[in-house]
Protein backbone atom coordinates (compact mmCIF):
# COMPACT_ATOMS: atom_id res chain seq x y z
CA UNK A 1 0.00 0.00 0.00
CA UNK A 2 0.76 3.89 -0.87
CA UNK A 3 0.20 4.62 2.36
CA UNK A 4 3.24 2.46 4.67
CA UNK A 5 5.36 5.09 1.83
CA UNK A 6 3.53 8.36 2.78
CA UNK A 7 4.28 7.35 6.47
CA UNK A 8 8.26 6.82 5.92
CA UNK A 9 8.24 10.67 3.98
CA UNK A 10 6.30 12.22 7.07
CA UNK A 11 8.45 15.34 8.00
CA UNK A 12 8.32 14.82 11.58
CA UNK A 13 9.70 11.35 13.37
CA UNK A 14 7.04 9.03 14.78
CA UNK A 15 6.96 7.95 17.96
CA UNK A 16 6.03 4.39 17.69
CA UNK A 17 7.06 1.26 16.30
CA UNK A 18 6.76 1.83 12.51
CA UNK A 19 5.79 -1.89 12.07
CA UNK A 20 3.05 -1.79 14.34
CA UNK A 21 1.38 1.62 13.64
CA UNK A 22 2.19 0.17 9.80
CA UNK A 23 0.14 -3.17 10.74
CA UNK A 24 -2.91 -1.47 12.52
CA UNK A 25 -3.15 1.16 9.52
CA UNK A 26 -3.33 -1.74 7.01
CA UNK A 27 -5.75 -4.20 9.10
CA UNK A 28 -7.89 -1.16 9.97
CA UNK A 29 -8.87 -0.08 6.31
CA UNK A 30 -9.05 -3.99 5.31
CA UNK A 31 -11.15 -4.87 8.07
CA UNK A 32 -13.16 -1.74 6.99
CA UNK A 33 -13.97 -2.88 3.70
CA UNK A 34 -14.06 -6.89 4.73
CA UNK A 35 -17.09 -5.88 7.25
CA UNK A 36 -18.64 -3.70 4.41
CA UNK A 37 -19.01 -6.88 2.10
CA UNK A 38 -20.08 -8.87 4.58
CA UNK A 39 -22.79 -6.95 5.83
CA UNK A 40 -23.13 -6.69 2.03
CA UNK A 41 -23.43 -9.98 1.35
CA UNK A 42 -25.37 -11.24 4.58
CA UNK A 43 -28.20 -8.82 3.26
CA UNK A 44 -28.32 -10.94 0.11
CA UNK A 45 -28.85 -14.19 2.13
CA UNK A 46 -31.72 -16.13 2.04
CA UNK A 47 -31.90 -16.32 6.43
CA UNK A 48 -30.97 -12.50 5.99
CA UNK A 49 -33.08 -12.78 9.16
CA UNK A 50 -30.62 -14.79 10.84
CA UNK A 51 -27.62 -12.47 10.46
CA UNK A 52 -29.68 -9.17 11.57
CA UNK A 53 -26.83 -8.96 14.79
CA UNK A 54 -24.05 -9.56 12.44
CA UNK A 55 -25.14 -6.95 9.75
CA UNK A 56 -25.43 -4.58 12.32
CA UNK A 57 -22.00 -5.58 14.08
CA UNK A 58 -20.51 -5.11 11.04
CA UNK A 59 -21.60 -2.06 10.09
CA UNK A 60 -20.46 -0.33 13.33
CA UNK A 61 -17.29 -2.34 12.74
CA UNK A 62 -16.70 -0.57 9.23
CA UNK A 63 -17.44 2.49 11.05
CA UNK A 64 -15.35 2.22 13.55
CA UNK A 65 -12.43 1.26 11.90
CA UNK A 66 -12.94 4.13 9.24
CA UNK A 67 -12.72 6.81 11.89
CA UNK A 68 -9.53 4.32 13.39
CA UNK A 69 -8.08 4.21 10.34
CA UNK A 70 -8.11 7.91 9.90
CA UNK A 71 -6.58 9.13 13.22
CA UNK A 72 -3.50 6.26 13.51
CA UNK A 73 -2.75 7.42 10.12
CA UNK A 74 -1.96 10.86 11.06
CA UNK A 75 0.99 11.99 12.55
CA UNK A 76 1.12 15.29 13.51
CA UNK A 77 0.47 16.90 17.07
CA UNK A 78 -1.15 13.47 18.15
CA UNK A 79 -3.25 13.08 21.27
CA UNK A 80 -2.21 9.71 22.96
CA UNK A 81 -5.03 9.79 24.88
CA UNK A 82 -7.64 10.51 21.97
CA UNK A 83 -5.89 7.72 19.83
CA UNK A 84 -5.68 4.97 23.01
CA UNK A 85 -9.69 5.64 23.29
CA UNK A 86 -10.06 5.46 19.92
CA UNK A 87 -7.92 1.64 19.64
CA UNK A 88 -9.82 0.19 22.35
CA UNK A 89 -13.10 1.18 20.98
CA UNK A 90 -12.19 -0.14 17.55
CA UNK A 91 -10.52 -3.05 18.76
CA UNK A 92 -13.73 -3.71 21.04
CA UNK A 93 -15.99 -3.53 17.76
CA UNK A 94 -13.92 -5.57 16.01
CA UNK A 95 -14.37 -8.13 18.70
CA UNK A 96 -17.95 -8.09 18.97
CA UNK A 97 -18.30 -8.01 15.09
CA UNK A 98 -15.82 -11.09 14.96
CA UNK A 99 -17.54 -13.13 17.53
CA UNK A 100 -20.80 -12.77 15.67
CA UNK A 101 -19.07 -13.52 12.03
CA UNK A 102 -17.83 -16.71 14.14
CA UNK A 103 -21.40 -18.13 14.74
CA UNK A 104 -22.24 -18.04 11.14
CA UNK A 105 -18.73 -18.96 9.64
CA UNK A 106 -19.78 -22.81 9.13
CA UNK A 107 -22.89 -21.66 6.71
CA UNK A 108 -21.52 -18.85 4.94
CA UNK A 109 -17.70 -18.24 4.02
CA UNK A 110 -18.29 -14.54 4.31
CA UNK A 111 -18.42 -14.51 7.55
CA UNK A 112 -15.47 -17.00 7.82
CA UNK A 113 -13.22 -14.68 6.44
CA UNK A 114 -14.24 -11.74 8.20
CA UNK A 115 -14.32 -13.50 11.29
CA UNK A 116 -10.20 -13.59 10.69
CA UNK A 117 -10.02 -10.24 9.92
CA UNK A 118 -11.84 -8.68 12.52
CA UNK A 119 -9.84 -11.14 15.15
CA UNK A 120 -6.49 -9.22 13.26
CA UNK A 121 -7.80 -6.58 12.96
CA UNK A 122 -8.60 -6.60 16.87
CA UNK A 123 -5.17 -7.61 17.64
CA UNK A 124 -3.37 -4.63 15.60
CA UNK A 125 -5.59 -1.94 17.32
CA UNK A 126 -4.50 -3.77 21.15
CA UNK A 127 -0.75 -4.34 19.68
CA UNK A 128 -0.31 -0.89 18.61
CA UNK A 129 -2.38 0.38 22.20
CA UNK A 130 0.60 -1.39 24.08
CA UNK A 131 3.04 0.27 21.88
CA UNK A 132 1.95 3.69 22.67
CA UNK A 133 1.46 2.47 25.99
CA UNK B 1 -33.67 17.03 11.89
CA UNK B 2 -35.84 13.65 10.61
CA UNK B 3 -34.04 11.85 12.03
CA UNK B 4 -35.56 12.12 15.90
CA UNK B 5 -38.79 10.97 13.66
CA UNK B 6 -37.07 7.83 12.23
CA UNK B 7 -35.51 6.75 15.94
CA UNK B 8 -39.43 7.32 16.76
CA UNK B 9 -40.46 4.96 13.94
CA UNK B 10 -38.25 1.90 14.74
CA UNK B 11 -39.98 -1.34 15.46
CA UNK B 12 -38.30 -2.13 18.85
CA UNK B 13 -38.43 0.15 21.63
CA UNK B 14 -35.40 1.91 22.58
CA UNK B 15 -33.26 0.55 25.81
CA UNK B 16 -32.17 3.87 26.91
CA UNK B 17 -34.07 7.71 27.75
CA UNK B 18 -35.04 8.66 24.22
CA UNK B 19 -34.07 12.57 24.79
CA UNK B 20 -30.51 11.89 26.17
CA UNK B 21 -30.29 9.47 22.91
CA UNK B 22 -31.60 12.05 20.65
CA UNK B 23 -29.61 14.64 21.94
CA UNK B 24 -26.32 12.83 21.59
CA UNK B 25 -27.46 11.56 17.89
CA UNK B 26 -27.66 15.21 17.17
CA UNK B 27 -24.72 16.63 19.04
CA UNK B 28 -22.63 14.14 16.98
CA UNK B 29 -23.42 15.40 13.66
CA UNK B 30 -23.16 19.08 14.37
CA UNK B 31 -20.14 18.41 15.79
CA UNK B 32 -19.01 16.78 12.81
CA UNK B 33 -20.00 19.34 10.51
CA UNK B 34 -18.77 21.86 12.83
CA UNK B 35 -15.45 20.64 13.31
CA UNK B 36 -14.80 19.85 9.85
CA UNK B 37 -15.49 23.66 9.10
CA UNK B 38 -13.16 24.90 12.17
CA UNK B 39 -10.27 22.84 10.52
CA UNK B 40 -11.21 24.22 6.95
CA UNK B 41 -11.36 27.83 8.19
CA UNK B 42 -7.95 27.52 10.28
CA UNK B 43 -6.51 26.56 7.24
CA UNK B 44 -7.28 29.41 5.49
CA UNK B 45 -5.95 31.99 7.97
CA UNK B 46 -2.70 33.63 7.81
CA UNK B 47 -1.21 32.06 11.31
CA UNK B 48 -2.07 28.58 9.83
CA UNK B 49 1.13 27.47 11.39
CA UNK B 50 0.02 28.29 15.11
CA UNK B 51 -3.11 26.44 13.81
CA UNK B 52 -1.75 23.34 12.83
CA UNK B 53 -2.77 21.09 16.01
CA UNK B 54 -6.03 22.76 16.13
CA UNK B 55 -6.77 21.11 12.89
CA UNK B 56 -5.41 17.78 12.96
CA UNK B 57 -7.35 17.67 16.22
CA UNK B 58 -10.32 18.97 15.03
CA UNK B 59 -9.58 16.63 11.67
CA UNK B 60 -9.99 13.65 14.48
CA UNK B 61 -12.87 14.80 16.32
CA UNK B 62 -14.46 15.12 12.97
CA UNK B 63 -14.30 11.06 12.30
CA UNK B 64 -14.70 10.15 16.28
CA UNK B 65 -18.07 12.13 15.87
CA UNK B 66 -19.27 10.88 12.29
CA UNK B 67 -18.68 7.16 13.32
CA UNK B 68 -20.00 7.77 17.01
CA UNK B 69 -23.11 9.25 15.42
CA UNK B 70 -23.83 6.11 13.30
CA UNK B 71 -23.38 3.92 15.63
CA UNK B 72 -25.31 5.37 18.37
CA UNK B 73 -28.32 5.57 15.77
CA UNK B 74 -28.44 2.28 15.34
CA UNK B 75 -30.72 0.63 17.59
CA UNK B 76 -31.08 -2.63 16.20
CA UNK B 77 -28.95 -5.33 18.14
CA UNK B 78 -26.43 -3.11 20.22
CA UNK B 79 -23.95 -4.34 21.84
CA UNK B 80 -23.49 -2.16 24.79
CA UNK B 81 -19.68 -2.34 25.37
CA UNK B 82 -19.32 -0.98 22.20
CA UNK B 83 -21.59 1.54 22.23
CA UNK B 84 -19.41 2.63 25.34
CA UNK B 85 -16.74 2.25 24.37
CA UNK B 86 -17.40 4.07 21.64
CA UNK B 87 -18.60 6.78 23.37
CA UNK B 88 -15.70 7.38 25.65
CA UNK B 89 -13.19 7.55 23.30
CA UNK B 90 -15.48 10.08 20.98
CA UNK B 91 -16.16 11.89 24.21
CA UNK B 92 -12.23 12.61 24.81
CA UNK B 93 -11.91 13.46 21.34
CA UNK B 94 -14.17 16.36 21.91
CA UNK B 95 -12.16 17.19 24.91
CA UNK B 96 -9.17 17.23 23.15
CA UNK B 97 -10.47 19.26 20.09
CA UNK B 98 -12.22 21.45 22.49
CA UNK B 99 -9.40 22.52 24.52
CA UNK B 100 -7.10 23.39 21.84
CA UNK B 101 -9.98 25.72 20.10
CA UNK B 102 -10.03 27.59 23.29
CA UNK B 103 -7.01 28.34 23.55
CA UNK B 104 -7.24 30.27 19.83
CA UNK B 105 -10.81 31.51 20.73
CA UNK B 106 -10.23 35.38 21.53
CA UNK B 107 -8.42 35.18 17.88
CA UNK B 108 -10.46 33.13 15.67
CA UNK B 109 -14.34 32.91 16.16
CA UNK B 110 -14.51 29.74 14.28
CA UNK B 111 -12.62 28.30 17.27
CA UNK B 112 -14.64 29.93 19.46
CA UNK B 113 -17.88 28.25 18.32
CA UNK B 114 -16.18 25.32 17.81
CA UNK B 115 -15.04 24.93 21.14
CA UNK B 116 -19.15 25.36 22.53
CA UNK B 117 -20.18 22.47 20.14
CA UNK B 118 -17.27 20.25 21.13
CA UNK B 119 -17.87 20.95 25.16
CA UNK B 120 -21.83 20.27 23.99
CA UNK B 121 -21.02 17.14 22.25
CA UNK B 122 -18.62 15.60 24.77
CA UNK B 123 -21.42 16.16 27.36
CA UNK B 124 -24.39 14.62 25.64
CA UNK B 125 -21.48 11.60 25.04
CA UNK B 126 -21.29 11.52 28.54
CA UNK B 127 -25.11 11.78 29.24
CA UNK B 128 -25.58 8.78 27.19
CA UNK B 129 -22.94 6.79 28.38
CA UNK B 130 -24.16 7.27 32.15
CA UNK B 131 -27.33 6.43 30.72
CA UNK B 132 -26.64 3.13 28.87
CA UNK B 133 -25.26 2.10 32.72
CA UNK C 1 -27.01 24.20 13.59
CA UNK C 2 -23.39 25.57 14.73
CA UNK C 3 -22.31 24.46 11.25
CA UNK C 4 -24.46 27.75 10.16
CA UNK C 5 -21.73 30.11 12.32
CA UNK C 6 -18.83 28.57 11.71
CA UNK C 7 -19.40 29.54 7.14
CA UNK C 8 -20.33 33.41 8.91
CA UNK C 9 -17.02 33.44 10.47
CA UNK C 10 -14.43 32.17 7.35
CA UNK C 11 -11.39 33.83 6.64
CA UNK C 12 -12.30 34.02 2.99
CA UNK C 13 -15.63 35.02 1.66
CA UNK C 14 -18.07 32.68 0.31
CA UNK C 15 -18.40 32.10 -3.46
CA UNK C 16 -22.49 31.23 -3.31
CA UNK C 17 -25.52 32.18 -2.16
CA UNK C 18 -24.82 31.53 1.35
CA UNK C 19 -28.60 30.46 2.42
CA UNK C 20 -28.14 27.50 -0.77
CA UNK C 21 -25.22 27.15 0.46
CA UNK C 22 -26.05 26.35 4.22
CA UNK C 23 -29.21 24.80 3.79
CA UNK C 24 -27.41 22.29 1.59
CA UNK C 25 -24.79 20.92 4.34
CA UNK C 26 -27.91 21.24 6.79
CA UNK C 27 -29.32 18.58 4.42
CA UNK C 28 -26.47 16.30 3.62
CA UNK C 29 -26.03 15.63 7.24
CA UNK C 30 -29.58 15.23 8.09
CA UNK C 31 -30.27 12.92 5.33
CA UNK C 32 -26.84 10.86 5.76
CA UNK C 33 -28.47 10.15 9.68
CA UNK C 34 -32.25 9.41 8.54
CA UNK C 35 -30.56 7.05 5.82
CA UNK C 36 -28.76 5.26 8.73
CA UNK C 37 -31.58 5.13 10.77
CA UNK C 38 -33.84 4.07 8.25
CA UNK C 39 -31.62 1.42 6.99
CA UNK C 40 -31.25 0.30 10.90
CA UNK C 41 -34.54 0.40 11.62
CA UNK C 42 -35.59 -1.48 8.25
CA UNK C 43 -33.26 -4.19 9.58
CA UNK C 44 -35.27 -5.13 12.81
CA UNK C 45 -38.34 -5.35 10.52
CA UNK C 46 -40.24 -8.67 10.08
CA UNK C 47 -40.34 -8.08 6.57
CA UNK C 48 -37.08 -7.75 5.90
CA UNK C 49 -36.34 -9.58 2.97
CA UNK C 50 -38.65 -7.21 0.60
CA UNK C 51 -36.13 -4.20 2.08
CA UNK C 52 -33.10 -5.61 1.10
CA UNK C 53 -32.39 -2.84 -1.75
CA UNK C 54 -33.91 -0.41 0.24
CA UNK C 55 -31.60 -1.18 3.26
CA UNK C 56 -28.76 -1.51 0.22
CA UNK C 57 -29.62 2.15 -1.18
CA UNK C 58 -29.87 3.71 2.43
CA UNK C 59 -26.71 2.73 2.80
CA UNK C 60 -25.20 4.53 -0.19
CA UNK C 61 -27.24 7.44 0.62
CA UNK C 62 -25.68 7.70 3.79
CA UNK C 63 -22.20 7.43 2.39
CA UNK C 64 -23.19 9.82 -0.29
CA UNK C 65 -24.14 12.46 1.98
CA UNK C 66 -21.35 12.38 4.45
CA UNK C 67 -18.90 12.74 1.90
CA UNK C 68 -20.95 15.18 0.06
CA UNK C 69 -21.64 17.42 3.25
CA UNK C 70 -17.64 17.47 4.38
CA UNK C 71 -16.88 18.51 0.74
CA UNK C 72 -19.53 21.27 0.45
CA UNK C 73 -18.40 22.62 3.82
CA UNK C 74 -14.96 23.16 2.98
CA UNK C 75 -14.58 26.72 1.76
CA UNK C 76 -10.76 27.07 1.02
CA UNK C 77 -9.49 26.85 -2.23
CA UNK C 78 -12.55 24.40 -3.17
CA UNK C 79 -12.25 22.98 -7.04
CA UNK C 80 -15.74 24.07 -8.50
CA UNK C 81 -15.50 20.71 -11.20
CA UNK C 82 -15.08 18.32 -8.30
CA UNK C 83 -17.95 19.70 -6.07
CA UNK C 84 -20.54 20.12 -9.35
CA UNK C 85 -19.43 16.36 -9.60
CA UNK C 86 -19.96 15.09 -5.90
CA UNK C 87 -23.85 16.93 -5.72
CA UNK C 88 -24.86 15.18 -8.71
CA UNK C 89 -24.19 11.69 -7.60
CA UNK C 90 -25.21 13.07 -4.01
CA UNK C 91 -28.25 13.80 -5.73
CA UNK C 92 -28.94 10.56 -7.37
CA UNK C 93 -27.97 8.72 -4.16
CA UNK C 94 -30.61 10.67 -2.47
CA UNK C 95 -33.21 9.70 -5.88
CA UNK C 96 -32.55 6.33 -5.46
CA UNK C 97 -32.56 6.12 -1.68
CA UNK C 98 -36.23 8.28 -1.95
CA UNK C 99 -37.63 6.52 -4.91
CA UNK C 100 -37.22 3.23 -3.16
CA UNK C 101 -38.36 4.31 0.26
CA UNK C 102 -41.65 5.55 -1.15
CA UNK C 103 -42.72 2.35 -2.16
CA UNK C 104 -42.46 1.03 1.35
CA UNK C 105 -43.57 4.51 2.94
CA UNK C 106 -47.23 3.17 3.16
CA UNK C 107 -45.79 0.12 5.28
CA UNK C 108 -43.73 1.68 7.32
CA UNK C 109 -43.20 5.39 8.81
CA UNK C 110 -39.88 5.20 8.82
CA UNK C 111 -39.75 4.72 5.04
CA UNK C 112 -42.02 7.34 4.82
CA UNK C 113 -40.22 10.12 6.61
CA UNK C 114 -36.79 8.86 4.97
CA UNK C 115 -38.13 9.28 1.52
CA UNK C 116 -39.01 12.78 2.11
CA UNK C 117 -36.11 13.74 3.79
CA UNK C 118 -33.77 12.14 0.68
CA UNK C 119 -36.15 14.19 -1.81
CA UNK C 120 -35.58 17.55 -0.06
CA UNK C 121 -31.95 16.54 0.04
CA UNK C 122 -31.80 15.26 -3.76
CA UNK C 123 -33.47 19.63 -4.29
CA UNK C 124 -30.90 21.31 -2.14
CA UNK C 125 -28.25 19.65 -3.96
CA UNK C 126 -29.91 20.46 -7.10
CA UNK C 127 -30.10 24.14 -6.14
CA UNK C 128 -26.24 24.17 -5.01
CA UNK C 129 -25.50 22.73 -8.15
CA UNK C 130 -27.36 25.47 -10.40
CA UNK C 131 -25.69 27.97 -7.78
CA UNK C 132 -22.23 27.63 -8.07
CA UNK C 133 -23.50 27.27 -12.36
CA UNK D 1 -7.14 -8.06 1.16
CA UNK D 2 -9.75 -9.96 2.65
CA UNK D 3 -11.80 -7.57 1.08
CA UNK D 4 -11.17 -9.72 -2.26
CA UNK D 5 -11.97 -12.71 -0.56
CA UNK D 6 -15.29 -11.19 0.85
CA UNK D 7 -16.86 -10.29 -2.88
CA UNK D 8 -15.70 -14.05 -4.46
CA UNK D 9 -18.17 -15.46 -1.87
CA UNK D 10 -20.97 -13.22 -2.43
CA UNK D 11 -24.35 -15.09 -2.82
CA UNK D 12 -25.39 -13.09 -6.16
CA UNK D 13 -22.53 -13.00 -9.09
CA UNK D 14 -21.32 -9.96 -9.74
CA UNK D 15 -22.26 -8.19 -12.81
CA UNK D 16 -19.26 -6.79 -14.06
CA UNK D 17 -15.62 -8.00 -14.61
CA UNK D 18 -14.24 -8.99 -11.12
CA UNK D 19 -10.66 -7.98 -11.70
CA UNK D 20 -11.79 -4.41 -12.54
CA UNK D 21 -14.23 -4.23 -9.58
CA UNK D 22 -11.62 -5.57 -7.25
CA UNK D 23 -8.78 -3.37 -8.61
CA UNK D 24 -11.32 -0.18 -8.20
CA UNK D 25 -12.06 -0.94 -4.62
CA UNK D 26 -8.22 -1.56 -3.52
CA UNK D 27 -7.65 1.27 -4.95
CA UNK D 28 -10.19 3.70 -3.09
CA UNK D 29 -9.18 2.73 -0.07
CA UNK D 30 -5.30 2.46 -0.40
CA UNK D 31 -6.05 6.30 -2.12
CA UNK D 32 -8.49 7.40 1.01
CA UNK D 33 -5.54 6.72 3.56
CA UNK D 34 -2.88 8.06 0.90
CA UNK D 35 -4.86 11.21 0.72
CA UNK D 36 -5.46 11.07 4.76
CA UNK D 37 -1.80 10.69 5.46
CA UNK D 38 -0.27 13.38 2.85
CA UNK D 39 -2.48 16.09 4.19
CA UNK D 40 -1.23 15.36 7.65
CA UNK D 41 2.09 15.48 6.27
CA UNK D 42 1.54 18.96 4.31
CA UNK D 43 0.35 20.23 7.32
CA UNK D 44 3.33 19.30 9.37
CA UNK D 45 5.68 20.87 6.89
CA UNK D 46 7.70 24.53 7.06
CA UNK D 47 5.85 25.78 4.17
CA UNK D 48 2.06 24.32 4.97
CA UNK D 49 1.26 28.06 3.64
CA UNK D 50 1.64 26.84 0.24
CA UNK D 51 0.11 23.69 0.97
CA UNK D 52 -3.19 24.89 1.82
CA UNK D 53 -4.57 23.90 -1.19
CA UNK D 54 -3.21 20.61 -1.64
CA UNK D 55 -4.78 19.40 1.78
CA UNK D 56 -8.10 20.83 1.35
CA UNK D 57 -8.12 18.96 -2.33
CA UNK D 58 -6.19 15.62 -0.12
CA UNK D 59 -9.91 15.46 2.08
CA UNK D 60 -11.73 16.16 0.03
CA UNK D 61 -10.26 13.00 -2.41
CA UNK D 62 -10.21 11.17 1.07
CA UNK D 63 -13.88 11.29 1.85
CA UNK D 64 -14.93 10.98 -2.08
CA UNK D 65 -12.88 7.64 -2.17
CA UNK D 66 -13.85 6.18 1.28
CA UNK D 67 -17.48 6.68 0.20
CA UNK D 68 -16.64 5.23 -3.41
CA UNK D 69 -15.32 2.53 -1.93
CA UNK D 70 -18.01 1.50 0.26
CA UNK D 71 -20.39 1.81 -2.62
CA UNK D 72 -18.96 -0.27 -5.18
CA UNK D 73 -17.94 -2.89 -2.61
CA UNK D 74 -21.67 -3.44 -1.93
CA UNK D 75 -22.82 -6.32 -4.49
CA UNK D 76 -26.69 -6.42 -3.66
CA UNK D 77 -29.69 -4.81 -5.34
CA UNK D 78 -27.22 -1.89 -7.08
CA UNK D 79 -28.26 1.39 -8.90
CA UNK D 80 -25.95 1.44 -11.47
CA UNK D 81 -27.13 4.92 -11.88
CA UNK D 82 -25.82 6.15 -8.65
CA UNK D 83 -22.53 4.16 -8.97
CA UNK D 84 -21.47 5.38 -12.50
CA UNK D 85 -22.13 9.38 -11.14
CA UNK D 86 -20.02 8.34 -7.94
CA UNK D 87 -17.08 6.85 -9.70
CA UNK D 88 -16.88 10.06 -11.76
CA UNK D 89 -17.09 12.29 -8.99
CA UNK D 90 -14.57 10.09 -7.48
CA UNK D 91 -12.56 9.98 -10.72
CA UNK D 92 -12.50 14.10 -10.81
CA UNK D 93 -11.53 14.15 -6.67
CA UNK D 94 -8.46 12.31 -8.02
CA UNK D 95 -7.78 13.54 -10.72
CA UNK D 96 -7.71 17.75 -8.65
CA UNK D 97 -5.66 15.97 -5.85
CA UNK D 98 -3.15 14.20 -8.48
CA UNK D 99 -2.81 17.87 -9.73
CA UNK D 100 -2.22 19.23 -7.36
CA UNK D 101 0.27 16.61 -5.31
CA UNK D 102 2.05 16.70 -8.69
CA UNK D 103 3.42 19.97 -8.36
CA UNK D 104 4.87 19.98 -4.93
CA UNK D 105 6.08 16.56 -6.04
CA UNK D 106 9.71 17.37 -6.01
CA UNK D 107 9.91 19.29 -2.99
CA UNK D 108 7.69 16.73 -0.73
CA UNK D 109 8.16 12.85 -1.29
CA UNK D 110 4.71 12.24 0.03
CA UNK D 111 3.36 14.77 -2.63
CA UNK D 112 5.65 12.62 -4.96
CA UNK D 113 3.70 9.34 -3.98
CA UNK D 114 0.09 10.35 -3.19
CA UNK D 115 0.35 11.80 -6.91
CA UNK D 116 0.64 8.70 -8.04
CA UNK D 117 -1.91 6.65 -5.68
CA UNK D 118 -4.74 9.26 -6.91
CA UNK D 119 -3.36 8.62 -11.10
CA UNK D 120 -3.99 5.34 -10.56
CA UNK D 121 -7.06 5.21 -8.22
CA UNK D 122 -8.79 8.37 -11.25
CA UNK D 123 -7.86 5.28 -13.56
CA UNK D 124 -9.47 2.59 -11.66
CA UNK D 125 -12.58 4.40 -10.82
CA UNK D 126 -12.70 5.42 -15.19
CA UNK D 127 -11.77 1.46 -15.73
CA UNK D 128 -14.87 0.35 -13.56
CA UNK D 129 -16.91 3.20 -15.10
CA UNK D 130 -16.50 1.60 -18.07
CA UNK D 131 -16.78 -1.48 -17.31
CA UNK D 132 -20.63 -1.05 -16.10
CA UNK D 133 -20.99 1.02 -19.37
Excluded at 8 to 22: A, C, F, G, N, Y
Amino acid sequence: MAAREIIKTHPHPISVDRETLLRCIDDCFDCAVTCTGCADACLAEDDVRDLVRCIRLCLDCADACTATGRIVTRQTEPDLGVIAATLEACALACRASGDECERHAHHHEHCNICAATCRRCEQSCNDLLAAIG
